[in-house]
């Protein structure tokens, strides 16, 4: 259902746009993303993956010039049942400068779908392969990020260097709020991942058979080269979480204390740490299993 807008003051409108008005009010977005089970997908190759992924749209929201290309990717999501009354998923239409009044930015990449936040699944399926024919063996886990840029380039690391699921810490930023959904190119939605309830939870993860490596500058820490040489990593069923700790601090005390192993990444030049989502994909690149 394709509908033009020119004038934002037309009645009914304001309802059609609830879900994108305000776009820069952070409170906001957390109240519709968490409360509404709702998140926003961001440039056309996003939603195509958000779609692909089987996640169902509200409603789209674009520039006229992106109509035709989103046509058949549109065609194909309207099927999946986006609105809970059954009815069709509206594609809302409206020249650049009204995009830019109704969120409040300037839409660059000129569409934008509101989509229905999936059901996270346990942590004990997601470490089982829910989402695949085979059991996760190479597990990120982000402790407490704050920067949403942060975690969505360690999801695009790890979809690109064979991490086979993501487990966030209860404080973690939202893998799908929307600045993590565009910097993850949409691999967020590639990348089997749920949030943990409670953390440390190590002992699920020994339970799994994982060894646990916590990411820290620590006296006893052993470099990742030794680490990903040692038996933990090399055995034919290693099955290996590795921990990142939040931007500026790091891992907490109690999570280096609960994992198997302390690892840093050897430094040169006088530096002493990367930045998390270089570490991360250092680390995943070392942890990679050989196909």
Same mark, same amino acid.
């Given at each position: 259902m394709i509908i033009r807008l020119e004038n934002l003051d037309e009645p009914g409108t304001a309802a059609l746009l609830e879900d994108y008005t305000r776009l820069t009010d952070v409170a906001l977005r957390r109240r519709l993303e968490t409360e509404r089970g709702l998140y926003m997908a961001e440039s056309s190759k996003v939603i195509a993956r958000a779609v692909d992924a089987g996640h169902a749209p509200r409603s789209f929201l674009m520039a006229e010039r992106y109509l035709e290309e989103l046509g058949p990717m549109i065609a194909a999501a309207v099927g999946t049942g986006g609105r809970a009354d059954g009815g069709e998923v509206p594609v809302l239409v409206a020249p650049e400068p009204v995009l830019k009044q109704i969120t409040g930015f300037h839409l660059h990449r000129g569409a934008l779908a509101a989509m229905n936040r999936p059901a996270l699944l346990p942590v004990a399926q997601v470490l089982a392969g829910a989402h695949s024919e085979a059991k996760a063996r190479r597990v990120a886990i982000l402790e407490d990020l704050v920067d949403h840029t942060n975690v969505g380039a360690a999801f695009r690391s790890a979809a690109a260097l064979g991490i086979d699921a993501v487990l966030v810490t209860p404080y973690c930023a939202d893998p799908l709020y929307r600045r993590s959904v565009r910097v993850s190119m949409g691999t967020v939605f590639q990348v089997p991942w749920t949030r943990i309830e409670r953390w440390p939870a190590t002992d699920?993860?020994?339970?799994?058979? #994982?060894?646990?490596?916590?990411?820290?500058?620590?006296?006893?820490?052993?470099?990742?080269?030794? #680490?990903?040489?040692?038996?933990?990593?090399? &055995?034919?069923?290693?099955?290996?979480?590795?921990?990142?700790?939040?931007? &500026?601090?790091?891992?907490?005390?109690?999570? *280096?204390?609960?994992?198997?192993?302390?690892?840093? *990444?050897?430094?040169?030049? &006088?530096?002493?740490?990367?930045?998390?989502?270089?570490?991360?994909?250092?680390?995943?690149?070392?942890?990679?299993?050989?196909?």
């Open positions: 699920e993860l020994h339970a799994a058979g #994982f060894t646990v490596a916590a990411m820290a500058l620590a006296d006893d820490a052993v470099s990742l080269d030794e #680490f990903v040489a040692s038996p933990a990593c090399t &055995g034919e069923d290693s099955r290996v979480a590795v921990v990142l700790g939040t931007e &500026g601090d790091g891992l907490a005390q109690r999570t *280096i204390a609960s994992a198997d192993a302390v690892v840093r *990444i050897p430094m040169a030049g &006088g530096v002493d740490s990367l930045n998390v989502a270089a570490a991360a994909a250092v680390t995943f690149w070392a942890l990679r299993i050989p196909a």
